[in-house]
């Protein structure tokens, strides 16, 4: 879409270590004004991967899922969230229930899913009093920054998403697929090229592989595009993966990543993309009313460990099927 040719429309603040933002004064009907204004806000996000917008005043559900529909249409459904949300609407969801001491680490959102969210949408209607940022890094700067033989081998071998659903850790097998049907989820994984096994006391484990590096749908630019880190036992807190591994062993975790050729991913490796992530870390702490616009193939995004209340909605619109996203693109047939 030609969002570029609008970009100059709107008054922008550039700083090199903070996401793109801009100041508006607060308008009498924001979902008008989102309307209003779709286009050249769409083209900051093509042009900066990501920009806050500060003075909307947003307040409320009803408000912010109107908001965000004028300014990416039909929100989409989650599937196979790796832990629970709370929904406010069709595609409208609070922020994933997460320790507000731990970080999530920078991630691109559902990026093992065959049809990805181009475009993540979120509001702030309290602001932590401390921490919480949702930080984002440019992911055709990390490419460039992680060694060439690392994203090399993950560029030919793709990556291993593992998963073991339970209904102690993460999201239930009716949060992820929308069903506990097995019938159902069978289809769904065979129509989403997921290997999936059940396990002899009902558990399902599941296998998808998926590229680590595609190209931009809109620029044609390589990206750094998964969840390799987010989703490893190493990124884990000590205590915590100890807990889990005595608790499910070394491969029941809820979810683990892999080498696409199933070998385990080292610590030093899950450290130097974390390290690596930190170094092009931009961030914005939130103020109430915010909306934050990511570019969710370009730009990965994180949450800071926070205290106070924190309360951010979150929508996942413009789904996109990348052509270069599944190295294996033939479902399993088990």
């Known amino acids: 879409m030609p969002f570029s040719s609008l970009a100059p429309s709107l008054d922008v603040e550039l700083r090199p270590d903070r996401p793109a933002l801009l100041r508006v004064d607060p308008p009498g009907d924001a979902p008008s004004w989102a309307a209003q204004y779709r286009e050249a806000l769409r083209a900051q996000v093509t042009e900066h991967g990501a920009l806050v917008v500060r003075g909307l005043g947003l307040r409320d559900a009803d408000q912010v899922g109107a908001v965000f529909t004028r300014l990416a249409g039909p929100l989409m459904t989650e599937r196979e969230a790796f832990a629970p949300r709370q929904a406010h609407g069709p595609g409208l969801y609070s922020s994933t229930a997460w320790p507000a001491n731990q970080p999530m680490c920078m991630h691109h959102e559902l990026s093992y899913?065959?049809?990805?969210?181009?475009?993540?949408?979120?509001?702030?209607?309290?602001?932590?009093?401390?921490?919480?940022a949702t930080a984002v890094a440019d992911a055709e700067q990390i490419l460039r920054a992680l060694p060439s033989g690392l994203t090399q081998r993950f560029e030919r071998e793709g990556w291993l998403l593992t998963r073991t659903y339970n209904d102690e850790?993460?999201?239930?097998?009716?949060?992820?697929?929308?069903?506990?049907?097995?019938a159902e989820i069978e289809r769904y994984c065979r129509a989403h090229a997921i290997d999936f096994a059940w396990q002899a006391d009902g558990s399902l484990h599941t296998e998808q592989r998926r590229s680590a590096v595609v190209r931009h749908p809109l620029t044609g630019r390589r990206c750094w595009f998964n969840q390799i880190a987010f989703l490893n036992e190493w990124t884990l807190a000590p205590d915590v993966r100890e807990y889990l591994v005595d608790e499910y062993g070394e491969d029941g975790l809820p979810f683990n990543t892999r080498h696409g050729?199933?070998?385990?991913?080292g610590e030093d490796v899950v450290q130097l993309l974390n390290t690596t992530y930190e170094a092009h870390t931009r961030r914005e702490p939130w103020q109430d009313g915010d909306l934050l616009l990511v570019d969710n193939i370009r730009t990965a995004h994180s949450r800071e460990p926070f205290t106070g209340e924190r309360r951010v909605l979150v929508g996942m619109g413009e789904p996109r099927r990348l052509a270069d996203h599944c190295p294996t693109p033939e479902a399993s047939e088990r």
């Not at 065959?114 to 401390?130: K, N, S």
């Not at 850790?169 to 097995?182: C, M, P, V, W």
């Not at 050729?261 to 991913?265: E, L, N, Q, S």
């Open 113 to 132: 899913l065959l049809e990805v969210p181009g475009l993540m949408l979120f509001a702030c209607l309290t602001a932590p009093g401390q921490g919480g």
């Open 169 to 182: 850790i993460g999201a239930s097998l009716t949060e992820s697929f929308g069903t506990d049907d097995r």
């Open 261 to 265: 050729d199933g070998t385990p991913i």
